[in-house]
């Protein structure tokens, strides 16, 4: 069964950080991207961050690139999202999910209909 698990949400202050951790199990796929998204209440799901499993190449929204930095550890099937410099804006629900393609098939890497299985996210708050 494939399972993606959040943690690291949580309060911070506007202008902190934070690390995300996205676990993953019962993949079969030879090939597959990591995206990292959020939806706040009354927004849309909007993708952040995708890494691939293979050859580690990113892609980043450009609401993010400079202040969010994605990698992974694939001996501990794990993904990270590092978040600096939080502002109240990036409140929001956060969620991984897994498109099970290598990443140069995919038409739109921050697209959220590219992936197929996801979390149940992790809530993040930033206080001003």
């Known amino acids: 069964e494939v399972q993606l698990v959040e943690s690291g949400g949580g309060l911070v202050q506007a202008g902190g950080s934070l690390r995300l951790s996205c676990a993953t199990s019962?993949?079969?796929?030879?090939?597959?991207?990591i995206g990292w998204f959020r939806q706040a209440p009354g927004k849309e799901r909007e993708g952040l961050s995708c890494?691939?499993?293979?050859?580690?190449?990113?892609y980043y929204a450009g609401s993010v690139k400079g202040r969010f930095a994605i990698s992974n550890d694939n001996a501990k099937n794990t993904v990270f999202l590092q978040m600096n410099s939080l502002e109240p804006d990036d409140t929001a629900n956060y969620y991984c999910?897994?498109?099970?393609?290598?990443?140069?098939?995919?038409?739109?890497?921050?697209?959220?209909?590219?992936?197929?299985?996801w979390g149940q996210g992790t809530q993040v708050t930033v206080s001003s």
């Open positions: 019962g993949f079969t796929f030879d090939d597959y991207v």
């Open positions: 999910a897994v498109a099970p393609a290598p990443m140069h098939t995919l038409r739109k890497p921050l697209g959220e209909s590219e992936y197929d299985y």
């Open positions: 890494i691939s499993r293979t050859d580690g190449s990113t």
